[in-house]
């Protein structure tokens, strides 16, 4: 070990080696977006994720969980603690399905309709904020690039 | 709730209104840029967090834990588990700082330098794969983006 020179000052701080990864600047991003949208979504009493598992069921009233739980991709029991949330909550009914005695039907309640629309309109004006400075044509290819990305981890 | 029509039937699922939001498509992308890496990274015994501490200590020696935990927005609690592992896997050291008693100089091993540089070739080699279907244009312009919407997450 005698070979590595150990450096006891204070240095600046360099994360030039991770900003050449482009995953470095997504996660960022993403960072800023998340705390960003959870702040947004605070006044409404929804975190990003009970937001997402809201919107769906809105629209697509009647959806099953285990299709709710593909399409936003979480573990099972993490959806049943946010389903039981928005369930307490009025936002939605969990409800029996003659055809199949094990399934539940998702559907948004008139206030889980009435909520989640306030709350996609705030996070409309929040997100263009945040986007401001982009143009519709930069937005539709940063888009374009993150579904490539997305389909190129499924191959 | 009378007037709220009940569905009962499975129905195919759509997410149109989260895919009018970029951060609904920055997140995807980043879960599956995160899976993909975090799979390239395991025969090295490193996950995505301890990788960017790693690579962060072995360009900036000496540097200190709070400046580390700053750079990678980590809270000190979970940087200290994750510097015992690599400490512990004789990756990293922390030194003594002379001048001041209560801060330690992170500094790499030979070994730590080492495994590094092959991890990082290892992601370089598995980012390109993923992000083959873009042109080196599209990949500046999603950096470009990502870091203005970091920038204005600050503002």
New interface residues.
């Given amino acids: 070990?005698g070979?590595?020179?150990?450096?006891?000052?204070?240095?600046s701080?360099?994360?030039?080696?991770?900003r050449?990864?482009?995953?470095?600047?997504?996660?960022?991003?993403?960072?800023?977006?998340?705390?960003?949208?959870n702040a947004t979504l605070k006044p409404f009493g929804l975190r990003m994720v009970t937001y997402?598992a809201l919107?769906?069921i809105?629209?697509?009233?009647?959806?099953?969980q285990t299709?709710?739980a593909?399409?936003l991709?979480i573990e099972r029991p993490n959806l049943v603690v946010i389903l039981d949330q928005l369930e307490e909550r009025g936002l939605i009914?969990r409800?029996?399905?003659?055809?199949d005695r094990r399934?539940y039907?998702l559907?948004?309640?008139?206030q889980g309709?009435a909520l989640c629309a306030e709350a996609?309109d705030a996070?409309?004006a929040d997100?263009d904020?945040?986007?401001?400075?982009?143009s519709k044509e930069?937005?539709a290819?940063?888009?374009a690039?993150?579904?490539?990305?997305?389909q190129?981890?499924?191959a």
Avoid: C, W
């Fill in positions: 070990m070979e590595v020179v150990k450096m006891t000052e204070a240095v701080v360099s994360d030039a080696t991770l050449s990864f482009m995953g470095y600047h997504v996660k960022r991003a993403m960072s800023v977006l998340q705390a960003d949208l997402s919107v769906m809105v629209d697509n009233p009647g959806m099953r299709q709710l593909d399409a991709a009914s409800d029996k399905v003659p055809t399934a039907a559907n948004p309640t008139e309709r996609t996070n409309r997100e904020r945040l986007l401001a400075g982009l930069q937005r290819a940063v888009i690039a993150m579904n490539l990305i997305e190129g981890g499924e």
